[in-house]
C-alpha cells in the first residue's frame, strides 16, 4: 500500500518508500510478462478464426486494444526467453527478464550467434546461468555502442555513380535506366511464392501491393511499346 493519498484518495506523487517501488515493480514486471505469454500463446492459436476476425491485426485492434507492432514486441521478447531457456537451463524464474530492448538488441546482432554463445557457457548452476546471459548482452550492448562512437566512413561509390561519371551525354540516363531495371528484376526474383506464407494477414497485404505494382508496370508497358511503334514479342515468341 503507498504510504500517502490526497483528500480525494489519489496517490501523492514521490510518496512510495523503496519497499513499495520494488513491489510495484515486481507486480508490473509479472503482469506485463503473463500478457506476453497470453499474447504468444492467442498467436500460436490463431485466436481471432474461431472470433471470426479476419487476422491477428483486427483482432489486436477490436478485441485487445493495441497495435501490431506492439504485440509482435511482445512476442519478440517471449521468444527469445523460451530460446534462452532452453540453452540455458536452470535458470532462476524470479530474476531472469527479458526486455524489450534486449530483445532488439539481440535481433539486431543475430539470435542464432547469440544462443550459441550462451550454450558454450551454460551451466548447471541457475546464477551462473543468469549471470552468463546478462554478461552476453552486456557485451552486445557495448559494441553496439562502440560501432555509434566509430566514425562514418565515407559511402561506397555505387556502380551508377561510377557509369554517370564515366559515361556522357544522353547515354547516361539510359545507362541508369538498365541498372534500375536489372536491380527491380533482381527484387522481384527474391519474392517468396505463396505457399511459404501462412500468415493471410501478410498474404493480403503482398497481394494488393503486387496488383497496384503490376497496374503501374502495365502502364508503363504500354508507353514503352507505343515508343517503339507496336508491341514487342517476348524472346520465347521470338525465338519460335
Same mark, same amino acid.
Given at each position: 500500500?503507498?504510504?500517502?493519498?490526497? $483528500?480525494?484518495?489519489? =496517490?501523492?506523487?514521490? @510518496?512510495?518508500?523503496?519497499?513499495?517501488?520494488?513491489?510495484?515493480?515486481?507486480?508490473?514486471?509479472?503482469?506485463?510478462?503473463? !500478457?506476453?505469454?497470453?499474447?504468444?500463446?492467442?498467436? #500460436?492459436?490463431?485466436? +481471432?478464426?474461431?472470433?471470426?476476425?479476419?487476422?491477428?491485426?483486427? +483482432?489486436?485492434?477490436?478485441?485487445?486494444?493495441? @497495435?501490431?507492432?506492439?504485440?509482435?514486441?511482445?512476442?519478440?521478447?517471449? &521468444?527469445?526467453?523460451?530460446?534462452?531457456?532452453? %540453452?540455458?537451463?536452470?535458470?532462476?524464474?524470479?530474476? !531472469?527478464? %527479458?526486455?524489450?530492448?534486449?530483445?532488439?538488441?539481440?535481433?539486431?546482432?543475430?539470435?542464432?550467434? !547469440?544462443?550459441? $554463445?550462451?550454450?558454450?557457457?551454460?551451466? *548447471?548452476?541457475?546464477? #551462473?546461468?543468469?549471470?552468463?546471459? &546478462?554478461?552476453?548482452?552486456? /557485451?552486445?550492448?557495448?559494441?553496439?555502442?562502440?560501432? %555509434?562512437? #566509430? =566514425? $562514418? =566512413?565515407?559511402?561506397?561509390?555505387?556502380?551508377?555513380?561510377?557509369? *554517370?561519371?564515366?559515361?556522357?551525354?544522353?547515354?547516361?540516363?539510359?545507362? $541508369?535506366?538498365?541498372?534500375?531495371?536489372? @536491380?527491380?528484376?533482381?527484387?522481384? /526474383?527474391?519474392?517468396?511464392?505463396?505457399?511459404?506464407?501462412?500468415?493471410?494477414?501478410?498474404?493480403?497485404?503482398?497481394? @494488393?501491393?503486387?496488383? /497496384?505494382?503490376?497496374? !503501374?508496370?502495365?502502364?508503363?508497358? &504500354?508507353?514503352?511499346?507505343?515508343?517503339?511503334?507496336?508491341? %514487342?514479342?517476348?524472346?520465347?515468341?521470338?525465338?519460335?
Amino acid at each position: 500500500m503507498l504510504t500517502s493519498t490526497n $483528500t480525494e484518495g489519489v =496517490p501523492v506523487a514521490g @510518496s512510495m518508500t523503496v519497499k513499495e517501488a520494488q513491489e510495484l515493480t515486481a507486480r508490473v514486471r509479472a503482469s506485463t510478462e503473463e !500478457f506476453a505469454a497470453l499474447l504468444h500463446e492467442a498467436w #500460436a492459436g490463431k485466436v +481471432w478464426e474461431p472470433l471470426g476476425y479476419s487476422g491477428f491485426r483486427e +483482432w489486436l485492434a477490436e478485441a485487445v486494444g493495441i @497495435s501490431r507492432s506492439r504485440a509482435y514486441q511482445l512476442l519478440a521478447v517471449v &521468444e527469445l526467453e523460451n530460446a534462452v531457456r532452453e %540453452v540455458l537451463t536452470p535458470l532462476p524464474d524470479d530474476m !531472469f527478464v %527479458v526486455t524489450d530492448t534486449q530483445a532488439r538488441l539481440i535481433g539486431s546482432h543475430g539470435l542464432p550467434e !547469440f544462443l550459441k $554463445t550462451l550454450a558454450e557457457q551454460a551451466t *548447471s548452476n541457475p546464477a #551462473a546461468n543468469l549471470i552468463a546471459y &546478462e554478461r552476453a548482452v552486456r /557485451d552486445l550492448r557495448e559494441q553496439a555502442e562502440k560501432r %555509434v562512437a #566509430a =566514425p $562514418t =566512413p565515407a559511402p561506397a561509390e555505387s556502380v551508377v555513380d561510377i557509369a *554517370s561519371r564515366e559515361v556522357g551525354g544522353g547515354r547516361r540516363d539510359q545507362f $541508369t535506366v538498365r541498372m534500375q531495371m536489372r @536491380s527491380f528484376q533482381n527484387m522481384a /526474383d527474391t519474392i517468396p511464392a505463396p505457399s511459404k506464407i501462412d500468415d493471410r494477414e501478410i498474404l493480403e497485404e503482398v497481394t @494488393s501491393t503486387l496488383r /497496384d505494382t503490376t497496374h !503501374f508496370l502495365l502502364q508503363r508497358l &504500354e508507353e514503352y511499346e507505343a515508343a517503339l511503334g507496336g508491341r %514487342v514479342p517476348t524472346p520465347d515468341a521470338a525465338a519460335s
